[in-house]
């Protein structure tokens, strides 16, 4: 397996390279899009996008699908590699519930579309993902955390086999670019946020993620939070699959970890029992190295501070940032939180959903 690669950062930041940016289709041309390219009729819907314009749509057959619209900044083979990567899971981890890619009428993955302004976008089509957000409904139980971690699990290791050379572009979301310690994003952030994150930063950029650096590396989901994993219905524990594959990105390993930890730490009091059973469930399926395991703790840490100050950045600078004020808040408490908690603790506590113990690996996986 590969080993992370350290990438250049841009050397300016604004909104734009950021590509917050998705187009502002009217529901008509929607239509017409989805008439001209995939043959089908019906009803469409929008959904929120952070860098495509997305919208359900519902054929007079009565299947649903997701359209999707790339914004103008978006490199198509970025793109490509998303495609690429939904039918790589589709030929050999069909037992996942993910979108599915639709052909257009000429046999596509993918279409393009252009504008009156002479503007070039792609277009694709997935099936739909029927459920809830596991965000919606009741709390999510530790025993579905390790489902979770168990689907994390499996979509790794078959992402494994899986490369493209758009795989190492630049991800604003990829929580070990280098972004998060950029001081455009930080210049901006409160008194309170700079005293709480200063010193975790410190330590996170000469040592955790220079040892990070030595670690396997391939693509990974990178965005499996409580969003995007869904459930059968909003009284169900019962995972149904997981969607938004817009973050992909050849990383760490056990940054998709970090990723999920981040977001489902939110919403329990013992934020480190939620971590431990995504853990047993990734670990069941995927072993984690003792070296990933030690430094989870801090790249939680790393994913919640990047989501801090990308959203304060977003809602500083753009009139439809898609994040609220009181979610924007609600993430700076699971920061604190997670902040306070014994370091010592939490790495033991993963240690042990590992079946590691006393420094020493043990024979079996846990269960």
């Not at 001209?36 to 299947?63: C, I, W, Y």
């Not at 503007?119 to 997935?126: G, N």
């Not at 939680?300 to 439809?320: A, C, G, H, M, P």
């Amino acid at each position: 397996m590969k080993r992370f690669q350290h990438e250049e950062l841009p050397r300016t930041l604004d909104a734009e390279f950021l590509r917050f940016n998705p187009p502002q289709f009217d529901l008509e041309s929607l239509r017409n899009i989805t008439s001209r390219h995939f043959g089908l009729t019906g009803d469409l819907s929008p959904l929120e996008g952070e860098r495509d314009q997305n919208a359900k749509f519902v054929a007079k057959n009565g299947q649903v699908y997701v359209l999707k619209i790339s914004g103008i900044n978006e490199d198509p083979s970025v793109v490509d590699f998303q495609v690429q990567a939904l039918l790589h899971l589709e030929k050999y981890a069909p037992e996942i519930c993910v979108p599915r890619l639709v052909r257009t009428r000429d046999g596509n993955a993918s279409a393009r579309q252009s504008t009156a302004d002479g503007d070039e976008h792609l277009v694709r089509l997935l099936t739909y993902v029927a459920g809830t957000p596991m965000s919606k409904g009741p709390p999510t139980q530790l025993r579905t955390l390790r489902t979770i971690g168990n689907m994390q699990g499996q979509l790794c290791r078959t992402f494994s086999s899986f490369f493209h050379p758009s795989a190492r572009h630049f991800m604003p979301w990829d929580s070990t670019n280098g972004l998060v310690f950029d001081k455009v994003l930080r210049s901006n952030m409160s008194a309170d946020l700079q005293t709480l994150t200063t010193p975790i930063l410190a330590r996170l950029e000469n040592v955790t993620v220079p040892t990070l650096m030595g670690l396997r590396a391939q693509v990974i989901h990178n965005d499996v939070h409580s969003g995007n994993v869904m459930r059968r219905d909003e009284s169900s524990e019962e995972v149904a699959g997981l969607i938004d594959f817009g973050d992909l990105i050849h990383a760490p390993l056990i940054n998709d970890l970090a990723a999920s930890g981040a977001s489902f730490a939110e919403n329990f009091e013992n934020p480190i029992a939620a971590i431990s059973a995504l853990v047993e469930g990734f670990h069941a399926v995927l072993p984690l190295e003792e070296q990933e395991v030690e430094l989870l703790h801090d790249l939680v840490l790393l994913r919640l501070i990047l989501t801090i100050e990308l959203l304060d950045f977003l809602l500083r600078n753009s009139d439809n940032p898609g994040v609220s004020r009181e979610e924007f808040s609600s993430i700076v408490e699971t920061l604190k939180r997670v902040a306070a908690l014994d370091p010592m603790e939490a790495r033991e506590s993963y240690r042990r959903a590992c079946g590691l113990a006393h420094g020493k690996k043990t024979v079996h996986y846990c269960q």
